[in-house]
């Protein structure tokens, strides 16, 4: 089972029917929401062939996203890797900062906005723990006059107050939610509760490849655009594909973008690294790939999935060597993004193409980085 699955050319039929990555994904939901989630799996289906609905988010993400984001070449982050023989990798920063409201969030929620409006949906909900989902989702609900209402915990309200703030300018209703830790899992059980209720009028625009089938397949094909133009810059800049890809890992939504197109290349590297915080023994880490269980859900499935059958690997890093990277980001490659990882650069040959995800700006965590970063 594992080895046919494995088989590159099964790839793009990926998931089977169920929603199922192997033996991770599927769909497993109250009953009233079953049907809502074939109707957008029907929908999504018959929306990625039909020419009209693809010209139109073709458009919008040109003109209003502000594709195809460059692929740059950092000079100085290169010189930085290279070894005293002068020899090294060659860096690329695909760069997904630049994006409409500075990160890939975007994509996704714009294609998911334009679809509910094809169902007939005039209204949106959606969760947020940061609030760059809240803020994607709230922005383009008021570009195509859609009601939005963002569930977002109070603990995580009060850290990204400029979010939350940027969201009701917006013209979204943002809900406070306090049960719990008051944090993502809790805004994510009462967004599913308000779609439970509300299913008939309300499309849910979930922010990453997570959650129950069509949800995983669906952003990741809406985020694969990161990975198409790759290859085209690729083939441009230097005639061939880049030996690496490497995209922090969060839900898994900008490295599924970036990945997707390249998995069934088997001489493309694919690494995503995931966030280690205080250290992958302190209990205090989001390393669900690294350090998780199986049952766990809190990365998508198919990264489960690529790292089951050995085609893709993870790592991952401290908070502090988070903060480090972005210092060196900011100071050498002159981008300040988040998502930097220094994973495998040093010991890679020379002049191996590495193209590092630049999933978004690093606005939010300024704050953050401010109490620890001594400048
Ligand atoms: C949301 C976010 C992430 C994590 O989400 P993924 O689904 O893993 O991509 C990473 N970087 C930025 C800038 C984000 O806004």
């Known amino acids: 089972m594992v080895g046919k699955e494995a088989d590159p050319a099964a790839a793009l039929q990926r998931p089977d029917s169920f929603g199922r990555f192997g033996k991770f994904g599927g769909k497993y939901v109250p009953e ?41 070449f950092a000079e100085r982050l290169t010189e930085h890797y290279k070894r005293p023989d002068g020899k090294g990798p060659h860096i690329y920063l695909k760069r997904e900062d630049l994006n409409h ?64 703030f940027r969201m009701r300018l917006l013209g979204a209703e943002v809900r406070a939610v306090h049960s719990g830790t008051a944090t993502l899992k809790d805004a994510t059980s009462e967004a599913i509760r308000d779609w439970v209720t509300n299913v008939e009028s309300t499309h849910y625009i979930l922010g990453s490849v997570a959650g129950p089938h069509p949800y995983p397949m669906m952003v990741r094909e809406f985020h694969a655009v990161i990975g198409k133009e790759t290859r085209k810059q690729a083939l441009e800049k230097w005639g061939g594909k880049p030996d690496v890809l490497v995209a922090c890992v969060g839900g898994g939504s900008n490295a ?22 205080f250290g992958l023994d ?94």
């Open 32 to 72: 009233t929401l079953m049907y809502a989630l074939t109707e957008l799996e029907a929908a999504f289906k018959s929306l990625s062939t039909d020419h009209e609905f693809q010209k139109e988010l073709d458009g919008i993400l040109r003109d209003y996203v502000g594709r195809e984001s460059p692929l740059y």
């Open 101 to 164: 409201t500075g990160a890939h969030k975007i994509n996704n929620a714009v294609a998911q906005a334009l679809l509910a409006k094809r169902l007939g949906k005039k209204r949106i909900i959606a969760e947020t723990g940061a609030g760059q989902h809240g803020v994607a989702t709230a922005t383009v609900c008021a570009r195509f006059g859609l009601q939005c209402v963002i569930y977002m915990g109070a603990q995580d309200m009060e850290r990204q107050s400029l979010n939350v």
């Open 256 to 277: 599924m973008g970036l990945f997707h197109e390249f998995v069934d290349d088997k001489d493309v590297r694919l690494i995503g690294v995931e966030a280690a915080g």
């Open 282 to 375: 302190s209990g205090k880490h989001a390393a669900t790939l690294t350090k998780g269980e199986a049952r766990l859900p809190w990365v998508g499935p198919e990264h489960s999935f690529l790292k089951d059958v050995g085609r893709a690997e993870y790592y991952s890093i401290t908070d502090e060597e988070a903060l480090d990277g972005w210092r060196a980001l900011s100071c050498i490659g002159d981008i300040s993004c988040t998502g930097l990882s220094r994973e495998a650069v040093p010991t890679l040959p020379d002049a191996t193409k590495v193209v590092l995800n630049c999933s978004g700006r690093g606005d939010k965590d300024v704050q953050t980085a401010i109490k620890h970063l001594k400048l």
